[in-house]
């Protein structure tokens, strides 16, 4: 064969392979994992300011006299007054998102998104939002950090649900709910720690 034909052959070969990878379809993108890492980066975040926070409290809370069993509440009430009037002083500026960052907001809303339908959701806060005798709850204050809980505010159910879906908390912290408000809530101090307002608003 000659130089010619080969190299013509050659060229046609290459001209039709050619066409035929443009027409092929490129290869499904990989399984998104942004949402994965995000949430992970997010939760070791709220974890170390977590750490931190309660770091803080146990340091405040060890010189205090220790609370006994006791029906007196006086007492108990008095204990707790005293840590939140140390935590207060040591956190007086801190604000909200200090410990629910925008990061971390963004992942609990989908983890509540998630962990029950939207039926769900809209049964258990359409029942907060009456009282025992089916009236219109009270109105709500407005929530701020390092108040303590507010009175008129029943320590309602906490569906297992959303506290499996959630990072797990140290024994002085606890999840609740005000309002459509997620709250993190200290109560040995009895003191709103963080607040994610609107937590439960696309839930219904």
């Known amino acids: 064969m000659s130089t010619v034909h080969t190299t013509a052959l050659t060229v046609l070969f290459l ?7 443009a027409q092929t379809p490129p290869l499904p993108a990989p399984p998104q994992s942004e949402p994965i890492l995000q949430d992970l980066v997010a939760t070791q975040a709220f974890q170390q300011q977590v750490g931190e926070y309660v770091t803080l409290h146990r340091l405040l809370e060890a010189p205090l006299p220790p609370l006994w069993p006791t029906r007196d509440m006086s007492r108990i009430d008095g204990a707790m007054r005293a840590l939140a009037l140390r935590i207060r002083t040591a956190r007086a500026h801190a604000q909200q998102g200090d410990i629910i960052t925008a ?26 939002d009456t009282d025992e005798q089916g009236r219109p709850a009270p109105p709500l204050p407005q929530l701020q950090v390092n108040m303590e809980w507010p009175a008129q505010v029943p320590f309602d159910f906490v569906p297992p649900q959303l506290l499996l879906a959630l990072p797990p908390l140290p024994p002085e912290l606890q999840y609740r709910i005000i309002g459509r408000a997620l709250v993190l809530w200290d109560h040995h101090a009895n003191l709103i720690v963080d607040i994610l307002p609107g937590a439960f608003a696309s839930t219904t």
């Open 15 to 21: 001209s039709a392979w050619a066409g035929a990878a």
């Open 103 to 128: 990061d971390v907001a963004r992942m609990f809303r989908r983890r509540i998104a998630t962990c029950l339908t939207g039926e769900a959701w809209a049964a258990i806060l359409a029942e907060r």
